[in-house]
């Protein structure tokens, strides 16, 4: 498996609160994406980075930040959440000469009540 | 609007058997084609890249074909078993948006029967 880790696994939290999730890679990657998955629509990029400071809106960005100082870590921020960011969230690395294959991490349940 | 459809219904299939699936585009121009597989619980896992100028690729028991006038990719997974049972995921970028930017259909679940 790339070595791509995400944490929190899992997480239950309340309506207006702030979140961060945390994507960390041991590849030396130079683009990192998030990605939400829900039933009925798959997987939708949020944002994605192509390089330390370097960061872009992907199709459902509304409501979310990310932010990369390191190329290791790619942090997906929920300013605040709101019942319809309950998702799946995956975060996703790519390398080499150029994007091509992305490889995924775990994945973090999010369920805001 | 543009749109990747793969089919929503499972596919059933015997052990043995070579599993068809099929992954349609309208209005992008793909610079390449991609396929997952993806577990539950788990996160999606890549299986094979296949280029606009490529019209077959295979690794293994998996071929994938691409063809841009139809606008369709077709994963055959050959002598297909049980653990082959997983929802396959295609996904695409188009040429007019380079970066990595992939765009997912909902997967198709397949279910291999022993």
């Known amino acids: 498996d790339a070595g791509i880790t995400q944490s929190p696994r899992h997480k239950v939290t309340e309506t207006g609160t702030p979140v961060t999730l945390r994507c960390h890679q041991t590849?030396?990657?130079?683009?990192m994406y998030w990605y939400r998955q829900d039933p009925g629509h798959g997987l939708r990029l949020i944002h994605y980075s192509y390089g330390v400071k370097d960061t872009d809106k992907g199709e459902v960005s509304d409501g979310y930040s990310v932010s990369r100082s390191k190329t290791e870590d790619f942090l997906l921020t929920l300013e605040s959440a709101t019942s319809s960011q309950t998702s799946v969230y995956f975060c996703?690395?790519?390398?080499?000469?150029?994007?091509?294959?992305?490889?995924f991490g775990p994945g973090t349940r999010l369920t805001v009540t | 609007s543009q749109k990747i459809e793969q089919n929503s219904e499972a596919l059933n299939i015997q052990e043995g058997k070579t599993a068809t699936l099929t992954c349609n585009y309208t209005n992008y121009s793909p610079a390449y084609l991609q396929w997952y597989r993806q577990d539950p619980g788990r996160g999606p896992v890549f299986l094979l890249l296949?280029?606009?100028?490529?019209k077959e690729k295979r690794k293994e028991r998996l071929k994938v074909t691409f063809d841009t006038t139809l606008k369709q990719s077709l994963f055959h997974i050959t002598a297909s078993q049980p653990a082959d049972s997983a929802t396959y995921l295609c996904?695409?970028?188009?040429?007019?948006?380079?970066?990595?930017?992939?765009?997912f259909g909902q997967g198709t679940e397949l279910s291999v029967k022993p």
């Open positions: 996904a695409l970028e188009s040429a007019a948006n380079q970066g990595g930017k992939l765009i």
């Open positions: 590849e030396n990657h130079r683009y």
């Open positions: 996703a690395i790519s390398g080499g000469t150029g994007p091509g294959e992305q490889y």
């Open positions: 296949i280029r606009e100028n490529e």
